[in-house]
DNA sequence: TCATAATGCAAAATATATCTTGCAATTATT
DNA sequence: AATAATTGCAAGATATATTTTGCATTATGA
């Protein structure tokens, strides 16, 4: 269960791990973590992530389930 | 900073607390305080909340501010 | 090729979310 | 008013997110 659309949305902003960590005040082994879903990361450290590569909640961790 | 949503959208489905924890296999405690804006929940007990409560996580945690 | 940056991985320590239990206070129902 | 249901609060225990540190691996650029 890897969350790519992170991966995707930071790349995208020309951002390495330790980037958005450091904008985010986490470790860049937290982010690497998160991106290869190996952590159910805090809301409040979703919340910065997603403001950080100006997402949304939903744009980065939503997945609608069919029915 | 109370989460007013998750008690509107609770209430709006006639769940207690104690009926909401169930749903998301977690404690009637720990619904109050995230109620309450006095917990970080997890991103998947998020995801289970707003999945029990017929919402998305941008409909319960994610506040638009402006600019 | 060489150097450097970026990422993956892992163990131990720390911080904190969540649980458990219990009781008080409030609200709803009869 | 009385009873039950709901919620608030709080201390201690447990589970786990996050940090810290270090090293290996892979990609990138000179």
Redesign the interface.
Known sequence: MENIKIKLARVEKGLSQQDLADLVGATRQTIGLIEKGKY?????L??KI?KSLDR???DL??YENKK
């Open positions: 159910n990361p805090s809301l409040n979703c919340i997603a949304t909640l939903n961790f939503w």
